[in-house]
């Protein structure tokens, strides 16, 4: 009656807890949401100038990379100080 009781006890708590399939389909959803905040996609491949953010299930996210646009190097005035504007009227 002991043993009965055990293996019920057992049967009980094993069936009432959350099956490992079901923590693994909320863990996907929650990265897929995670890249879709981050504006990104879940695809098989990422391209060049796209980074992996994290992975959602097996493929990755791919986030783009922000532009930035070039900076100019310093522009040299050099050439233009001896100019004179001042033309003879």
Same mark, same amino acid.
């Given at each position: 009656?002991?043993?009965?009781?055990?293996?019920?006890?057992?049967?009980?708590?094993?069936?009432?807890?959350?099956?490992?399939?079901?923590?693994?389909?909320?863990?996907?959803?929650? /990265?897929?949401?995670?890249?879709?905040?981050?504006? +990104?996609?879940?695809? *098989?491949?990422?391209?060049?100038?796209? @980074?992996? =953010?994290?992975?959602?299930?097996?493929?990755?996210?791919?986030?783009? /990379?922000?532009?930035?646009?070039?900076?100019?190097? +310093?522009?040299?005035? *050099?050439?233009?100080?001896?100019?004179? @504007?001042? =033309?003879?009227?």
């Amino acid at each position: 009656m002991k043993i009965l009781c055990i293996f019920l006890t057992f049967v009980f708590t094993v069936s009432c807890g959350p099956s490992v399939s079901q923590k693994q389909t909320r863990e996907i959803a929650e /990265r897929k949401r995670e890249c879709y905040l981050v504006r +990104g996609a879940c695809k *098989t491949s990422c391209n060049t100038w796209e @980074y992996i =953010y994290n992975f959602c299930n097996i493929e990755p996210c791919c986030v783009v /990379r922000e532009y930035r646009k070039p900076t100019p190097k +310093g522009i040299s005035t *050099t050439a233009y100080t001896d100019v004179n @504007y001042n =033309y003879p009227a």
